[in-house]
């Protein structure tokens, strides 16, 4: 069964440095998603992204953050000038045309210190 | 603005023991109620979707039923297994396009 994919599973990195999360959807899916999850606390949506643009974004998602899909298979999401808060678990979730049901990646756990 | 809340936030069972999880919702222009599944450090994995009010889904021990304000799941004689964090979701009505809302969850913990 195909399944969303994501690289790396765990990232350390020192505050002030940039981040790249990778994620690979399924492969006949349309619309992309990225979802944060703060330990503790509740998945919230940061952005979604179709048809090579961004679709919608919440407030979380500021000018730290950008998305692209360099090819036609990865989506990425960069976190320039990585903050403590910054500190969650990254989930990518891609969605089929003509279907809401989003699936989601195993997600990155990324840690600023 | 979409709002989801969970109750219980943690709810132990002793194995076969059957209960209900609750996923009351605020939103205008419901086009989707999603249940998922959180194993720890996992991405939520899919169960069900439900769309209008009276519709019904069932998958193994679990079923889920929505009603115009909130939605249950029920859990009918679980496993150890079965123990995961559960998490309910909502997609608004168009103007709040296709993110997912959702809920802070309910631990289950289900002992043999």
């Known amino acids: 069964e195909p399944e969303v994919t994501q690289t790396p599973s765990h990232q350390v990195t020192q505050m002030g440095q940039e981040v790249i999360l990778r994620c690979v959807p399924i492969?006949?899916?349309?619309?992309f998603y990225w979802y944060r999850q703060i330990l503790g606390q509740k998945v919230e949506f940061l952005v979604s992204?179709?048809?090579?643009?961004?679709?919608?974004k919440s407030e979380i998602f500021d000018d730290q953050f950008s998305v692209e899909r360099p090819d036609g298979s990865n989506f990425t999401l960069k976190i320039r000038s990585t903050k403590l808060e910054d500190s969650a678990m990254y989930f990518c979730?891609?969605?089929?045309?003509?279907?809401?049901?989003?699936?989601f990646g195993p997600g990155t756990r990324l840690t600023v210190t | 603005e979409d709002q989801v809340t969970q109750s219980p936030e943690a709810l132990r069972l002793q194995e076969g023991e059957s209960s209900s999880l609750n996923c009351s919702y605020t939103?205008?222009?419901?086009?989707?109620l999603f249940w998922y599944r959180q194993d720890p450090g996992k991405g939520p994995e899919f169960l069900f979707t439900?769309?209008?009010a009276g519709e019904e889904k069932e998958k193994e021990r679990l079923k889920a039923t929505l009603t115009k304000k909130e939605s249950f799941l029920h859990i009918t004689a679980p496993k150890p297994e079965d123990s995961a964090t559960y998490l309910c979701?909502?997609?608004?009505?168009?103007?709040?396009?296709?993110?997912?809302?959702f809920g802070e969850g309910t631990q289950l913990t289900v002992n043999p």
């Open positions: 439900l769309y209008s």
């Open positions: 979730a891609s969605l089929p045309k003509g279907s809401y049901e989003q699936y």
């Open positions: 939103v205008s222009g419901l086009r989707g």
């Open positions: 492969s006949n899916h349309l619309y």
């Open positions: 979701a909502v997609r608004g009505p168009e103007t709040s396009g296709s993110r997912l809302t």
């Open positions: 992204f179709y048809n090579n643009e961004i679709s919608e």
